[in-house]
């Protein structure tokens, strides 16, 4: 029987054109369940309830925080979009694949699933551990797609200390949960639309 070894381990760089609608939505899902899975054992290790952060509150001042945040930052990066070159603000065609020819039921379910995962996880998680910064410092470097450009990685890592700011000052998940979902969505569905107009 052969040996295994992590040296013959070979990653290489994926281009997205050769990503098949199958594959990049199977990616989506394991990464998005991985996501949930360890921010639930994350919290559990906290000694933390997740259904407790998960309560919905009885107030719904986390909806204006959640929509004030989501309006700030679409609103910067209609800006940046229009500034920046198109090349620094690459992705690598990801989200074009992601959302390009998707039916806006399934953007939803996307949007939605995306929003509760990764706040979970970074948010109700992480940041409990670490603070906003550090947090936000991982949140950027997961967004791997963004590393090659410093200004989409920069707006990521501030994106991401916002949607801390907004748990800390409502002490609900849900504002940055709605918030992450509201910019996920919007984002598809101009992806979706425009690429169909």
Same mark, same amino acid.
């Given at each position: 029987?052969?040996?295994? =070894?992590?040296?013959?381990?070979?990653?290489?760089?994926?281009?997205?054109?050769?990503?098949?609608?199958?594959?990049?939505?199977?990616?989506?899902?394991?990464?998005? !369940?991985?996501?949930?899975?360890?921010?639930?054992?994350?919290?559990?290790?906290? =000694?933390?309830?997740?259904?407790?952060?998960?309560?919905?509150?009885?107030?719904?001042?986390?909806?204006?925080? !959640?929509? !004030?945040?989501?309006?700030?930052?679409?609103?910067?990066?209609?800006?940046?979009?229009?500034?920046?070159?198109?090349?620094?603000?690459?992705?690598?065609?990801?989200?074009?694949?992601?959302?390009?020819?998707?039916?806006?039921?399934?953007?939803?379910?996307?949007?939605?699933?995306?929003?509760?995962?990764?706040?979970?996880?970074?948010?109700?998680?992480?940041?409990?551990?670490?603070?906003?910064?550090?947090?936000?410092?991982?949140?950027?470097?997961?967004?791997?797609?963004?590393?090659?450009?410093?200004?989409?990685?920069?707006?990521?890592?501030?994106?991401?200390?916002?949607?801390?700011?907004?748990?800390?000052?409502?002490?609900?998940?849900?504002?940055?949960?709605?918030?992450?979902?509201?910019?996920?969505?919007?984002? !598809?569905?101009?992806?979706?639309?425009?690429?169909?107009?």
């Amino acid at each position: 029987m052969k040996k295994f =070894k992590f040296g013959d381990i070979k990653i290489k760089k994926a281009d997205p054109q050769h990503l098949t609608d199958k594959l990049l939505l199977l990616n989506l899902y394991i990464t998005q !369940g991985l996501t949930l899975f360890i921010g639930l054992i994350w919290i559990l290790l906290q =000694k933390r309830n997740p259904f407790d952060i998960l309560i919905f509150p009885g107030s719904a001042k986390f909806v204006l925080w !959640g929509l !004030g945040l989501a309006g700030i930052m679409l609103i910067v990066d209609f800006l940046l979009t229009h500034i920046v070159p198109e090349e620094s603000m690459d992705d690598g065609g990801i989200n074009d694949l992601l959302f390009g020819r998707r039916p806006l039921w399934h953007i939803i379910i996307i949007a939605a699933m995306v929003a509760v995962c990764e706040e979970l996880l970074f948010r109700g998680a992480i940041q409990h551990a670490f603070g906003p910064y550090w947090t936000s410092i991982l949140f950027a470097v997961i967004h791997v797609r963004y590393l090659r450009h410093f200004i989409p990685t920069g707006w990521v890592f501030l994106s991401s200390y916002g949607l801390g700011y907004i748990y800390i000052h409502t002490g609900t998940l849900w504002a940055p949960i709605l918030c992450h979902f509201l910019i996920d969505l919007f984002s !598809g569905l101009v992806i979706r639309y425009r690429r169909e107009s």
